[in-house]
């Protein structure tokens, strides 16, 4: 299946949207995850960029940006980190994650239904575009930690309480292909399906649903909520 076929979404008029987005933020805070099972990431999906980032609790740490390709549960994903305190090694299977609502992730500080959204316009508007090249997939990873991290009320990878040390012109095409994408949030309406897998001693990721199948039965009301809403841009 592709990631394009992932986040075609159903359509939906007038009151049934309005519904599905009240939906979305029930299921987000109420539903309950299956047992764990076990993730393995294999790779960078697109090769990776080091970084310098500044985070509450933390400023100069050096890290590589890049979104992954993994196999949990036996089925293949692509996937994208949002715990920057927590680490893993790729090829090493753990046993120990789960999964849970995106407002639920990361587990050492979730970040709620609001952040949530925002991560969900991101992946409906960029998800699979962010694949097709180095740069962009580094800035796709940039927005993301910059959504799931920044405490100040505003996006921004240059500033706030999150952000991005300039660094050589990838990482800096990079930075300025996030905020770009940042600043796009207000203007669009479309929510991606999307899941996170925590982990208690690993990084925590998030991915589009369903991978694997059994995701569906996990997420239906999420379903409901975010595959309702068409892409689109307001005027």
């Known amino acids: 299946m592709s990631i394009s076929s992932l986040l075609r979404p159903a359509r939906a008029k007038g009151a049934l949207r309005a519904l599905a ?135 921004g990878i240059t500033s706030g309480t999150f952000n991005v040390n300039a660094g050589n012109a990838n990482v800096n095409a990079a930075r300025i292909q996030a905020d770009t994408w940042l600043a796009e949030l207000p203007g669009l309406t479309t929510l991606a399906p999307m899941i996170a897998l925590v982990s208690p001693t690993r990084q925590d990721f998030i991915t589009v649903v369903p991978v694997p199948p059994s995701i569906v039965l996990f997420a239906g009301g999420l379903l409901f909520g975010l595959w309702g809403v068409r892409r689109r841009r307001t005027a």
């Open 21 to 155: 987005l009240s939906a979305c933020v029930v299921a987000t805070l109420s539903v309950s995850a299956p047992a764990s099972a076990a993730l393995v990431q294999t790779s960078f999906a697109n090769g990776s960029l080091n970084v310098t980032i500044n985070r509450p609790g933390q400023s100069g740490q050096s890290t590589s940006a890049g979104g992954f390709t993994g196999v949990y549960n036996g089925a293949a994903f692509l996937s994208y980190c949002i715990e920057l305190a927590q680490n893993f090694t790729f090829g090493t299977s753990y046993n120990n994650y789960s999964l849970v609502p995106v407002a639920s992730g990361p587990n050492t500080s979730p970040m709620g239904p609001t952040k949530a959204m925002d991560l969900a316009k991101l992946v409906a508007e960029n998800f699979s575009d962010s694949f097709s090249s180095t740069v962009k997939s580094v800035a796709m990873q940039l927005a993301v930690w910059e959504i799931v991290h920044e405490t100040s009320g505003a996006y």
